[in-house]
């Protein structure tokens, strides 16, 4: 805490009260908890727990809330944010070594120094509902994170002095604001042993049902122009230096495939520690995160180290939602594993009507897809929406109107296995 003024503190504390004062203030769901005897479907129904515009992780009564109110909605599976601006969101031994910071420190202060993903676990599965920590910003971090500016040498580069990238928030997702973030190099030894060392602390020191990586599990294009990426391109390429052109179709490649061998050792090593432990991946379209991030999530898929696939599909125009859908990518990933589409339920600049999310739900459900997951919960049915939290409220009702079971994990010839 004493990196942070007095002033800061108390700003950031009245931002998280006013958001959470909007979403909270909600009537008891206690009536949608007589709901009994109906019949159990099979279908992920998750929603995403940010602290970005968001202060339900912020007020220590504001996690039990969600997680009473998602349940009693028939909810089953919640993808709570645990890496995000070069903090963590839980008591991490990695982090602190690293970084001088155990968590998030107004996280940590706001509740007192308690775990807050101890916390989470401890309402969430006793309701049954599924847990899959979320690694939010994967490689991305803030340009003046204490990260950033105690390890320069983990960050990539582009070229003339090219050191950060333009990043649609999530919370300005559609709305053209941007942000400036850095980027750690995911071909960096020590940043891959710093990343592995998170992820597997939370798998080993929870008890997590997987984690989840997302569309910052990459590198932005114009990025690898940094010392140690340019020596090791050269090592391998005869003396040559890459590319100028960052789009050159080799110099993606090579820079993609290193990305996917550190995938491929995530999958693996997690896999030592908890066999049962799902690695969940929600990307952006293969075509997209491929070009733009060198994500080649299709491989991965391909080559058996996604358990989960969570597509964001974040599209206003239902025609376009819908093309989406049908990527020979998505159907693929059908075959192998669940896949659920990730739905927008708004933003705090740009709602979306719960009209639109009931058709797209519709959509999804039409072509057989595994579930649905919504970003994010504030905005399910808090006061940020264009309709009543009670209209809204309505609407999930009917449309989760029996509890619902996650599908369990299909072999080799397409069988679902057994637990």
Same mark, same amino acid.
């Given at each position: 805490? %004493? ?28 009536? !949608?908890?007589?709901?009994? #005897? ?29 997680? #009473? ?17 070069? %903090?963590?969101?839980?008591?991490? %031994? ?17 509740? +007192? ?38 390890? @320069? ?7 003339? +002095? ?7 928030? @999530? &919370? ?6 941007? =942000? ?5 190099? @995911? ?30 599990? +990459? ?16 090592? &391998? ?8 052109? @960052? ?34 991946? =929600? ?6 995160? !491929? ?22 599909? !974040?599209?206003?125009?239902? %025609? ?7 990527? =020979? ?12 589409? +990730? ?11 719960? =009209? ?64």
């Amino acid at each position: 805490m %004493n990196r942070l003024t007095k002033h800061w503190i108390i700003y950031l504390i009245a931002l998280e009260f006013i958001l959470c004062i909007t979403v909270f203030s909600l009537p008891s769901f206690s009536f !949608y908890s007589q709901l009994k #005897n109906q019949q159990i479907v099979t279908e992920i129904r998750g929603v995403w727990l940010t602290n970005v515009a968001s202060g339900v992780l912020f007020v220590p009564w504001g996690i039990d809330r969600a997680i #009473n109110q998602l349940s009693a909605l028939h909810f089953n599976t919640i993808y709570p944010v645990v890496w995000n601006r070069g %903090n963590t969101f839980y008591k991490s %031994n990695v982090a602190k070594n690293i970084i001088g910071e155990e968590a998030e420190p107004v996280l940590n202060f706001m509740h +007192g120094g308690q775990d807050v993903l101890t916390k989470i676990i401890k309402l969430a599965k006793p309701k049954g509902i599924t847990v899959i920590p979320w690694f939010e910003y994967g490689f991305m971090t803030p340009p003046n994170s204490q990260l950033a500016k105690l390890y @320069p040498s983990w960050l990539t580069i582009g070229q003339e +002095g090219l050191k950060s990238v333009k990043e649609v928030l @999530p &919370e300005e997702v559609n709305n053209g604001a941007v =942000s400036k973030q850095a980027w750690l190099n @995911p071909l960096h030894p020590e940043v891959q042993e710093f990343i592995l060392g998170l992820i597997l602390e939370v798998v080993s020191n929870y008890n997590v049902d997987g984690i989840q990586l997302d569309d910052h599990f +990459g590198m932005p294009v114009q990025f690898g122009y940094d010392r140690f990426t340019v020596q090791l391109y050269k090592q &391998e390429h005869q003396g040559k230096s890459p590319p100028s052109n @960052p789009f050159n179709q080799e110099w993606m490649r090579w820079r993609a495939d290193k990305i996917t061998a550190f995938m491929s050792r995530i999958y693996r090593s997690i896999k030592e520690i908890e066999p049962n432990a799902k690695l969940s991946l =929600s990307p952006n379209a293969q075509a997209f995160a !491929y070009k733009y991030y060198l994500q080649d999530w299709e491989t991965w898929v391909k080559n058996g180290w996604v358990d989960e696939l969570v597509l964001q599909v !974040y599209r206003h125009n239902n %025609n376009s939602f819908r093309t989406e859908l049908q990527q =020979s990518a998505v159907k693929l990933a059908q075959t192998k594993i669940p896949v659920v589409i +990730g739905i927008s339920t708004g933003t705090l600049r740009n709602p979306v009507r719960i =009209s639109q999310i009931k058709e797209q739900i519709d959509m999804v459900r039409d072509r057989s897809f595994s579930g649905i997951s919504f970003f994010y919960w504030e905005s399910l049915w808090g006061y940020i929406a264009p309709e009543t939290p009670h209209k809204r409220r309505k609407v999930f009702q009917e449309l989760f109107n029996t509890k619902a079971i996650r599908p369990l994990p299909v072999d080799e010839s397409g069988s679902r296995l057994r637990l």
